[in-house]
């Protein structure tokens, strides 16, 4: 019967007791079979759910003196030196190798060679204790010692009768596993099918956090086993669990150890809640539109020497068949002008609907892009809505009188603003237009009057009423801008009918000027007619 501890950096065999020598090891303690002592401890998630366990093993013993060692009693200190040696070998066990790894294979093994072994893999010695020398001893006759352990791999071999079989443990090596899921509100919004006439609908945020400690998983007396760091048991925990845009609207149907026995009421994450229960959160997975995740982040820390490895991920959660959010302002404007102008301005926030890990590029610009092009022509609709409620006293015109575009593609962001106004245009395809009608003794007041000068008259001359008026003058004006496409010809006649609808009757036309500039499409008409004082 022997405790045995094989360090996994070193290879060697080292004795702790239960032997008379040394014999089929690299070195140790020789002495009695040592006391020890077992605690097994459960590790779980705060929830119950089994991680796996931990051993603390702690032995104590009494170390005597190598056969093998030559002392001569009579000579000063021989035995105190020897008990020394002993206590060196204790101090020094499993520190002349570098670099050590810090555990190995501890086997407590009965007499006689029989199979009952208590055994662990990953044993790391945590301390070595000497207490002070008894006075029977005198300190030069035997040497107690206590060594501590931790272990979490059980690999003993149980062949009594009452045997339970061989141990199972999850798949990774864990010592603590977190995951917790947030949702919340935002302040941004998007229209149903990218119509600014439809309902406005909610965005969320949903926030998914994973941390997990990993523990060393070794393969055999000399290597950890394929990524049996710590940390890479950490790691493949925590990526077992990740989830994607799509995903999220899917149940979780396993615990945080892949165990689907125990895991009857499922959770979906979109919903915060079973998939039947949307008592809590709205039914984000069934709700139509059906929500999906975009602009998917990921914040990933790894801390090596803690062996934790932590993923914290967030979704924007808005409509699967929407690419941007908007933010869409109506401003209607009244100067007691001839008009009154709408204006409308939006912006559309473009949603990246890649996952973290999939592509390095965004296309954030694309989908906002998308969205601009299906809403830009919608906008009248809106802004003769407000202009109703504005309580316009006139028809707001079905015509853009102004727009302006802007993008960012670094930020994904489209911006665009069109102005309405209610002005009346009777010019075909006119931009815009003014007409003025100027009148010259209209109602035929002017009078004529003689002017006769009188040689001497201090008074001046004589001022005599012919009895008669002058002519009557009327004389029509029209400027307009005309629409791109319609400035090749300009617009003679259209633009004489309606300033003809001025002409007096029985008046004669004296002047008429025309002006056109046909790059930038404006047109003057100009129109005099005279006649008598009706």
Not at 154 to 178: F, I, M, R
Not at 343 to 368: M, P
Request: charged share 20%.
């Amino acid at each position: 019967m022997a405790v045995l501890y094989k360090p996994h950096s070193s290879g060697k065999t080292l004795l702790i007791g239960g032997q008379s020598t040394t014999t089929g090891a690299s070195g140790g303690l020789v002495g009695p079979f040592p006391k020890f002592s077992i605690d097994r401890e459960e590790l779980s998630t705060p929830d119950g759910t089994y991680l796996g366990t931990k051993f603390s093993i702690n032995i104590t013993g009494i170390a005597t003196l190598n056969s093998g060692d030559s002392q001569d009693i009579t000579q000063p200190g021989e035995r105190q030196n020897a008990v020394m040696g002993a206590s060196l070998t204790a101090l020094q066990l499993d520190r002349d190798t570098f670099p050590t790894q810090g555990a190995g294979l501890l086997q407590i093994t009965p007499y006689g060679g029989l199979s009952n072994t208590i055994e662990f893999n990953d044993a790391r010695l945590l301390s070595v204790s000497l207490p002070e020398q008894q006075d029977e001893s005198a300190g030069v006759q035997n040497l107690e010692y206590s060594f501590s352990f931790e272990a979490y791999q059980d690999t003993s071999n149980n062949s009594s009768s009452g045997s339970t079989g061989t141990t199972k443990d999850p798949t990774y090596k864990l010592s603590s596993a977190e995951e917790s899921w947030d949702l919340s509100e935002n302040d941004s919004v998007f229209f149903k099918s990218n119509n600014p006439n439809s309902t406005l609908n909610k965005t969320f945020t949903l926030t998914h956090s994973l941390k997990a400690t990993g523990l060393k998983d070794y393969a055999s007396l000399s290597t950890l086993d394929t990524n049996g760091e710590a940390w890479r048991q950490a790691a493949l925990w925590v990526k077992d669990r990740l989830k994607t845009c799509d995903s999220i609207k899917n149940p979780i149907t396993q615990d945080l150890t892949g165990d689907s026995s125990f895991w009857l009421t499922q959770f979906v994450p979109v919903n915060m809640n079973k998939e039947s229960d949307a008592t809590i959160a709205p039914d984000l997975k069934n709700s139509t539109p059906s929500y999906k995740g975009f602009n998917h982040v990921r914040t990933i820390n790894s801390d090596l020497s803690a062996g934790t490895y932590s993923v914290e991920e967030s979704w924007l959660l808005s409509a699967s068949d929407l690419t941007a959010t908007h933010e869409i302002e109506v401003s209607v404007e009244d100067d007691k002008g001839p008009f009154v102008t709408v204006a409308v301005n939006a912006n559309f926030q473009g949603l990246n609907s890649s996952n973290f890990n999939d592509e390095i590029t965004i296309d954030k610009f694309d989908q906002a892009e998308a969205s601009y092009t299906a809403m830009k022509d919608k906008f009248y609709t809106l802004a003769n809505s407000a202009y109703g409620n504005f309580d316009g006293e006139g028809n707001l015109r079905n015509e853009k009188i102004s727009e302006s575009y802007g993008e960012n593609r670094t930020t994904g962001t489209i911006t665009y603003s069109v102005t309405f106004n209610d002005d009346v245009i009777l010019l075909e395809n006119a931009f815009s237009e003014s007409i003025s009608i100027n009148y010259d003794n209209d109602e035929g007041l002017n009078e004529v009057i003689a002017k006769i000068p009188i040689i001497g008259r201090e008074e001046g001359p004589i001022i005599q009423d012919m009895n008669t008026t002058t002519i009557k003058i009327v004389t029509g004006t029209l400027d307009a801008q005309m629409k791109r496409g319609f400035r090749t010809t300009k617009p003679t006649a259209a633009a004489t009918a309606i300033l003809e609808q001025y002409k007096p009757d029985n008046s004669f036309q004296q002047a008429k000027t025309e002006s056109w500039e046909i790059k930038s499409g404006t047109y003057n008409l100009s129109i005099s007619w005279e006649c008598n004082v009706q």
